[in-house]
């Protein structure tokens, strides 16, 4: 459209009227959502300094919003970092500086809502809302209009507590504090697991006990076992073993047993520390022949990890679904290329993350958002194991939190955690103490794409003629456990011990 020679500030009038029409929408948009929120001098003295995040619940459930997260449906959050907050001064959630989820959220559909807010002080727990000494709010009701207004003052007046462990005659805690992780944190940490005892065991006895020491997958902990007066997977097709349920939670998510520099030496912690004053205070097989190593999805990354950077401790890992083991596919990724991009691939479609049959569930830059207002979830988990630490004392960022552009030189930093690579660099090296301990079952059709990395293991091993195990089996991450795959799982493990016990034959 051509200015008329009579009106030329007409037009600009009018565009300088637009601009700042939409600029006052944008502003009372943010304004829209407004949550004045506190903590008590009682719950804590002060000052804070952290992240405050406030999470929702739709409708009036009695539910903690807290407690409420949800991968496939997640609900929306706030966020924002503070600094020397004093006790009963307010801050504003949800203007400036506030970080949201969804990215675009500036009103709240129209009903009745619950709100909490959690303030964490990041002491050890991987999820702020749950965390032990995080301090949290109770839930506060508010209703949302047509306008989408949402407005709520929200105080947090008590201290998240750790829920004890409950021991009983066959399950017992086992805790084990850690020189070398409290050097690393600056502050007691411990390695921690739950003990179950099968039903022939005998203090007293001159016998010793094969283990199995199982890690569980990404929000898994011990404390799953307590209370527990009947331990399963402690009889392994007729044969007697220890379970031990190790603890993978860190602030930084699920530090899988990998030393980092980010975690620590979980590792090392776990291999000169825990498994010495574990052997020490059971009747455990103090060889490798007896110490046998399981987990699924996270804890069968982690399971697999430990065997291969430790092959002369363990005698044998059976690995299900385990997390990408090889970067050449991280979940349809490809790390390793010239120009990789989590959230699209090179044709430009959506990357998706999660499946349910032919369905996507979730994709990349969605699960990418969701983590933004929170710590330690499932993806930055892997930059807190595999990046160095950054200049600002954070894990350095694999990818662009906007774009989804993957920083190729964290990337080739991640090498050293690339399973397939390092098995298929240095087999001829490791074969003498890994022949015949390897044992990966993956589904075909793995709910997080998980498959396409196991695909490329197994290719390699069976290229070099390496004495390894990896199946691909009908199923999903979980369906792929089926009661057949279950018993293989623990005849394997129960011929393994025949085997060692007949080698070495230390016990009756």
């Not at 084990?176 to 006895?205: F, I, Q």
């Not at 959230?343 to 969605?366: H, I």
């Not at 396409?452 to 369906?479: F, I, R, T, Y």
Request: with cysteine; hydrophobic share 40%; glycine share 10%.
């Amino acid at each position: 459209m051509r200015t008329h020679p009579m009106f030329p500030s007409a037009v600009g009038f009018l565009r300088k009227s637009f601009v700042l029409c939409v600029l006052a929408m944008s502003l009372a948009a943010q304004d829209a959502i407004s949550f004045d929120v506190s903590y008590s001098k009682d719950a804590f003295a002060g000052p804070f300094t952290g992240r405050v995040v406030l999470y929702f619940a739709k409708g009036k459930s009695q539910r903690e919003p807290r407690l409420g997260s949800n991968w496939f449906n997640p609900p929306p959050m706030l966020a924002i970092d503070v600094k020397d907050l004093p006790a009963g001064k307010s801050i504003t959630v949800g203007g400036a500086g506030t970080i949201r989820f969804p990215r675009d959220l500036t009103a709240f559909e129209k009903g009745a809502w619950n709100v909490q807010a959690v303030f964490d002080r990041n002491l050890g727990g991987r999820a702020i809302g749950s965390a032990a000494g995080n301090l949290k709010s109770d839930a506060v009701a508010f209703d949302v209009g047509g306008d989408g207004a949402a407005r709520a003052t929200v105080k947090a007046t008590a201290v998240i507590t750790a829920r004890p462990f409950k021991e009983t005659n066959r399950v017992k805690e086992l805790v084990v504090p850690s020189a070398k992780l409290t050097a690393h944190y600056g502050r007691p940490t411990s390695v921690k697991a739950a003990v179950a005892l099968p039903e022939d065991y005998d203090p007293s006895s001159s016998r010793r006990w094969p283990v199995i020491y199982e890690i569980p997958g990404f929000g898994g902990r011990y404390g799953a076992w307590s209370g527990n007066e009947t331990p399963r997977g402690t009889q392994r097709d007729g044969e007697s073993f220890i379970h031990v349920l190790l603890d993978p939670e860190c602030p930084g998510g699920h530090h899988v047993f990998a030393d980092s520099a980010n975690n620590g030496p979980w590792g090392t912690a776990l291999v000169t520390e825990f498994i010495p004053a574990f052997e020490a205070a059971y009747k455990a097989h103090p060889a490798p022949g007896g110490r046998f190593l399981t987990g699924h999805s996270s804890g069968g990354w982690s399971s697999l990890y430990l065997q291969v950077t430790h092959p002369k401790v363990f005698g044998g890992t059976w690995s299900t679904s385990p997390d990408p083991v090889d970067f050449r596919d991280f979940q349809r990724i490809d790390l390793t290329s010239a120009k990789p991009n989590m959230f699209d691939d090179p044709e430009g479609n959506v990357r998706p993350l999660a499946r349910q049959g032919n369905r996507v569930m979730v994709t990349y830059r969605a699960f990418s958002d969701m983590e933004r207002p929170l710590r330690g979830e499932q993806l930055e988990s892997f930059e807190y194991v595999f990046s160095p630490k950054g200049a600002d004392g954070a894990p350095m960022r694999l990818w662009n939190r906007d774009t989804g552009e993957v920083d190729t030189q964290v990337a080739a930093s991640w090498k050293p955690y690339d399973i397939g690579l390092t098995l298929r660099t240095r087999w001829k090296d490791l074969a003498p103490d890994l022949a015949g301990k390897i044992r990966v079952i993956m589904g075909n059709d793995d709910t997080f794409y998980l498959e396409g990395a196991c695909k490329l293991l197994k290719n390699d091993l069976e290229a070099m003629g390496a004495d390894a195990s990896v199946q691909m089996l009908p199923g999903d991450h979980g369906s792929v456990l089926t009661k057949a795959v279950r018993d293989g799982i623990n005849k394997g493990m129960a011929d393994a011990w025949r085997k060692a016990r007949t080698n070495k034959a230390p016990n009756p």
